[in-house]
């Protein structure tokens, strides 16, 4: 171990005993300890070969007695023991920026928060603006260092719901000067890839170099790239790279067609121009023998001149979408006004902010004619999940309520954990009582690919099951998606009429649209859920249709599209 490391332990030993509430005198030792070593001339390693660690000012026996464990062991006994102390998830809570550990033991002692995914539950319920010196920007300031640190982990791409923030942030602040006609969004953003590397955007505008100096003088800019007469290029707070065109009107359509990408899908579209006998850039279409240039200045003009239909943005990825317009088979892909009701959805009864009158009334104001409560099984024990007991009296209270409701229905469900052996955690008598039963991997993640599958298979054989919930486990930033044999599941998903679920969380999004794709492919039907824990997590459903058009998903592929009767008929449930 070097200077650094041993320094750095040190200091960790110190949040770990402050967040214990230790003595401060030991805790300021173990602080001062690690300030003296970051400032010697000389590696300790060298002093302890010459024996000369006694002559290391300003740290006492004691700490000198622990240097000399992690040069030999690579830590010491007092840290191992700590450790084992303190819930493993603290650790990570204390290493996110404006987090110590007095505030990690508040959330920890008050919210029984144990990890950074408890912790960003939390913030997005609105449970820690409760505490005492917290508050509303406190718990966003939280949640954006805790994206800040999964982008570092994703290789620096940015979750789609957070790049589309900032990309809406920067929209409206450019839409203020009067310079600037309009600004769209482009890129990979605009095909509404679940992760993007970076934002592309597009002014409209006939002042274009006054247009430039208004993007790389905004207020959160950190650091300009380039600033050209018509270009530029930006790092935008939160890490993100922001690249901005100016354009003008005669050419705005090819423009944004070219930037919107793909890169595959422009290539082919440059050979079908070449076929015609024009060349194709962001500028328009050049007639190869005459030179002359023709603009468009709509998006579809880009299309029409080709002999193809308007291509929705997230299709255009080279996946078989030139040849399906030029055949006329392009998807009628799915909207969200298709959305007939949210099958995933969490109460008070297990670890939902809301209750299920709450969620009804919020269901009814986004004109749904049902709801699926789906509150947790008992085995996922941190998310409060329900005793079997527990359970019955969940599907009383929804058969009481639904005698109040007359505008929506509200079917009686569960979120039931697959153990690691396959089974589930209710019995079938139990799961038979439900109106919907949805399925899901909480636990045992790290299970081999062979041993992950049989399990999920297992799943989808019980007769009583409907719909595995985020099928391939993944949350970015936090864990990629178990090992899986995805060919499989959506094979035994066809075979036993099973639903997969699109989870709209923009934390997950999962299955993604290759998954998804495949699945329609196999004639598997999808479900669109938002897996809701608070009333405004309904409106994520928008990212999980977002996934659901770059899947080529169209009405008759997504399970809630079906009206109520639909419904009922296809989950074998009454209606009344």
């Keep these: 171990m070097d200077n650094?490391?041993?320094?750095?332990?040190?200091?960790?030993?110190?949040?770990?005993?402050?967040?214990?509430?230790?003595?401060?005198?030991?805790?300021?030792?173990?602080?001062?300890a690690a300030r003296s070593i970051k400032g010697l001339d000389e590696e300790l390693k060298v002093l302890y070969i010459n024996r000369k660690i006694d002559s290391v000012p300003g740290i006492g026996e004691a700490l000198k007695g622990k240097i000399v464990e992690m040069l030999e062991t690579g830590s010491f006994d007092t840290?191992?023991?700590?450790?084992?102390?303190?819930?493993?998830?603290?650790?990570?809570?204390?290493?996110?920026?404006?987090?110590?550990?007095?505030?990690?033991?508040?959330?920890?002692?008050k919210l029984g928060v144990r990890s950074i995914d408890e912790l960003s539950i939390a913030a997005r319920e609105h449970r820690i603006r409760r505490l005492p010196r917290m508050g509303e920007k406190q718990e966003e300031k939280i949640l954006r260092s805790i994206a800040r640190m999964q982008l570092d982990k994703d290789h620096g791409r940015h979750p789609i719901a957070l790049a589309m923030e900032i990309a809406k942030e920067i929209k409206e602040e450019l839409c203020l000067e009067p310079h600037?006609?309009?600004?769209?969004?482009?890129?990979?953003?605009?095909?509404?890839?679940?992760?993007?590397?970076?934002?592309?955007?597009?002014?409209?505008?006939?002042e274009?170099?006054?247009?430039?100096?208004?993007?790389?003088?905004?207020?959160?800019?950190?650091?300009?790239?380039?600033?050209?007469?018509?270009?530029?290029?930006?790092?935008y707070s939160k890490n993100f790279h922001v690249d901005l065109r100016v354009v003008e009107k005669t050419h705005y359509g090819s423009m944004l067609q070219h930037f919107t990408g793909s890169k595959e899908h422009n290539i082919h579209l440059r050979k079908l121009a070449l076929l015609k006998g024009y060349s194709l850039n962001e500028y328009g279409f050049t007639d190869k023998n005459t030179g002359k240039l023709i603009e468009c200045n709509l998006e579809k003009d880009v299309y029409n001149f080709?002999?193809?239909?308007?291509?929705?943005?997230?299709?255009?990825?080279?996946?078989?979408?030139?040849?399906?317009?030029?055949?006329?088979?392009?998807?009628?892909?799915?909207?969200?006004?298709?959305?007939k009701g949210d099958l995933h959805v969490h109460s008070t009864w297990s670890d939902g902010v809301?209750?299920?009158?709450?969620?009804?009334?919020?269901?009814?104001?986004?004109?749904?004619?049902?709801?699926?409560i789906t509150d947790h099984s008992h085995s996922t024990g941190i998310a409060n999940g329900l005793s079997e007991k527990r359970l019955l009296e969940h599907i009383d209270e929804v058969e009481r309520l639904n005698e109040e409701y007359e505008d929506i229905k509200i079917l009686s469900g569960t979120e039931c954990d697959i153990r690691a052996d396959g089974k589930l955690d209710y019995s079938n008598d139990l799961?038979?009582?439900?109106?919907?039963?949805?399925?899901?991997?909480?636990?045992?993640?790290?299970?081999?690919?062979?041993?992950?599958?049989?399990?999920?298979?297992?799943?989808?054989?019980?007769?009583?099951?409907?719909?595995?919930?985020?099928?391939?486990?993944?949350?970015?930033?936090?864990?990629?998606?178990?090992d899986v044999d995805m060919d499989k599941i959506i094979t035994?998903?066809?075979?036993?009429?099973?639903?997969?679920?699109?989870?709209?969380?923009?934390?997950?999004?999962?299955?993604?649209?290759?998954?998804?794709?495949?699945?329609?492919?196999?004639?598997?039907?999808?479900?669109?859920?938002?897996?809701?824990?608070?009333?405004?997590?309904?409106?994520?459903?928008?990212?999980?249709?977002?996934?659901?058009?770059?899947?080529?998903?169209?009405?008759?592929?997504?399970?809630?599209?079906?009206?109520?009767?639909?419904?009922c008929s296809r989950l074998g449930i009454s209606k009344e």
Excluded: C
């Design 208 to 235: 274009p170099e006054k247009t430039i100096l208004s993007f790389v003088n905004m207020k959160r800019v950190e650091e300009v790239l380039e600033s050209g007469k018509s270009n530029g290029s930006v790092i």
């Design 79 to 109: 840290y191992e023991r700590t450790v084992k102390e303190v819930p493993s998830g603290i650790i990570d809570i204390m290493n996110i920026p404006g987090i110590g550990p007095k505030m990690a033991r508040l959330f920890y002692e």
């Design 306 to 339: 080709l002999g193809l239909e308007f291509m929705p943005p997230e299709l255009r990825e080279d996946r078989g979408e030139i040849e399906a317009s030029l055949t006329g088979k392009l998807p009628r892909l799915i909207e969200r006004k298709d959305i």
């Design 492 to 567: 035994v998903a066809n075979d036993n009429e099973k639903t997969l679920e699109i989870n709209s969380s923009p934390w997950r999004l999962d299955l993604n649209d290759t998954n998804a794709r495949k699945a329609k492919d196999h004639g598997v039907m999808l479900a669109i859920n938002t897996d809701t824990h608070a009333i405004d997590h309904f409106d994520n459903i928008d990212f999980g249709i977002d996934v659901a058009r770059r899947a080529w998903l169209e009405t008759d592929d997504v399970l809630n599209t079906m009206n109520l009767k639909q419904l």
């Design 431 to 482: 799961l038979q009582q439900l109106d919907i039963v949805i399925v899901a991997v909480h636990s045992g993640v790290d299970q081999d690919r062979n041993r992950m599958t049989k399990r999920i298979v297992a799943a989808l054989e019980n007769e009583h099951v409907d719909i595995i919930a985020h099928p391939t486990g993944r949350k970015f930033g936090k864990r990629p998606a178990y």
């Design 180 to 206: 600037i006609e309009n600004v769209v969004i482009a890129g990979s953003l605009r095909r509404k890839q679940d992760t993007v590397g970076d934002i592309d955007l597009i002014a409209v505008s006939d």
């Design 4 to 32: 650094i490391q041993i320094a750095e332990m040190f200091n960790r030993m110190a949040r770990l005993l402050e967040f214990k509430g230790e003595n401060q005198f030991k805790i300021r030792a173990y602080i001062n």
């Design 354 to 372: 809301n209750t299920i009158e709450e969620l009804a009334e919020a269901a009814i104001q986004r004109g749904y004619e049902y709801i699926a």
